[in-house]
Structures are given as structure tokens and as C-alpha cells.
């Protein structure tokens, strides 16, 4: 029997299958709107987490096709407010990325996000980011530098964990 779908939701349908087109044809894996990325392959994570131009286009592309905005090739034809917002939410999206490639290594426990899907951390950005940006990834207590995290404030495990990111993208190339 057919299922009956809304129009919203199907017009949502189109844009996650249109918004995940490249990544499937250069990632060849699977990408629906409940995709986390706890689902996402340590590849492919570890080369989009490099941010480098190649890399920033699939997120750039994923963004703009989700918010009706063209595709990623079109970036630098945005209106100014729209690239800021497209600038934005991938700064957002890069940063979970690569809070879940540490927590793939063991360096974290947790980050806020883990559970939430790729297109909902999208479509749901300006409830979703501010929220989740104001939480803090916790550092692994098994982590070699962990007694030294843990005798920093709140502020400062922030950049702590920050500051691991050079080591991680070197670690990824590896």
C-alpha cells in the first residue's frame, strides 16, 4: 500500500536526496535525513574534517541544496546575509565533525549533537546551533592530557578541546 506523505515532508524528501547527491557519488555510502554522523564512515569524517576547499564544497553543497539556495558551486553567487549564513552553519557543521572523529580516536565521551541527524543540524540551525554550541564536548578520562583538562574551568575546556584539533587533522592524515 502507497504511503501518503505530506507535502512538506516530501518537498524535504527531494532536497535530502538532491542535498546528498554528490556525497554519494564521491563518498559512496548511504545518506537519508535520519543519517547521524555516528553513521558516517571514519573516511569519509576524516576528509571532510581536513576543511580544505575540495572538502568545504560537499557541506557548502549539502547546506545550500537544504535551504533552497542553489548547489555548492553557486557559493560565491550568494547574497551576502545568505553566504554568512552558509559560512555559519558549516563553521557549526565542521566542528561536529570533528568533535566525532575525536570521539572515534577516544579523545572525547560525548559532545552535544552526537545523537542529532546531518539534516536536522541544518534545517533546524537556528534553534538547534545556538543550543548545542553552548554545550560543551567532555574530554575522555582516558585522554593522556585528562587531569590536566579537568583542573580548567568551563571556558577553558572549551579551548582545551579546541586546541586539539591540530592533532587531530594530523592524526586523520595519518
Known amino acids: ?3 501518503v506523505i505530506g507535502m512538506e515532508q516530501g518537498r524535504l524528501l527531494i ?3 538532491k542535498g546528498f547527491r554528490n556525497w554519494v557519488s564521491r563518498f559512496g555510502e548511504h545518506f537519508d535525513a535520519g543519517t547521524t ?3 558516517i564512515s571514519i573516511k569519509t569524517l576524516s576528509f571532510l574534517a581536513q576543511a580544505q576547499e575540495k572538502e568545504t564544497f560537499y557541506l557548502y553543497d549539502l ?6 539556495w542553489g548547489s555548492g558551486f553557486e557559493f560565491n553567487e550568494l547574497e551576502p546575509a ?10 557549526f557543521l565542521l566542528d561536529q565533525i570533528r568533535f566525532e572523529c575525536m570521539r572515534r580516536l577516544g579523545w572525547l565521551e560525548s559532545y552535544p549533537g552526537r545523537n542529532t541527524a546531518l539534516v536536522d543540524m541544518i534545517v533546524q540551525f537556528e534553534s538547534l546551533g545556538p543550543r548545542l554550541q553552548a554545550q560543551l564536548p567532555v574530554l575522555s578520562k582516558g585522554h593522556p592530557r585528562y587531569k590536566e583538562y579537568l583542573a580548567l574551568n568551563t571556558f577553558d575546556r572549551e579551548s582545551f578541546v579546541r586546541k586539539l584539533i591540530p592533532d587531530l587533522l594530523r592524526e586523520l592524515r595519518v
Request: glycine share 0%; net charge positive.
Open 1 to 3: 500500500m502507497p504511503r
Open 15 to 17: 532536497l535530502i536526496k
Open 37 to 39: 554522523l555516528a553513521d
Open 63 to 68: 547546506i545550500m541544496s537544504l535551504n533552497e
Open 82 to 91: 545568505r553566504k554568512m549564513a552558509v559560512i555559519d552553519q558549516y563553521l
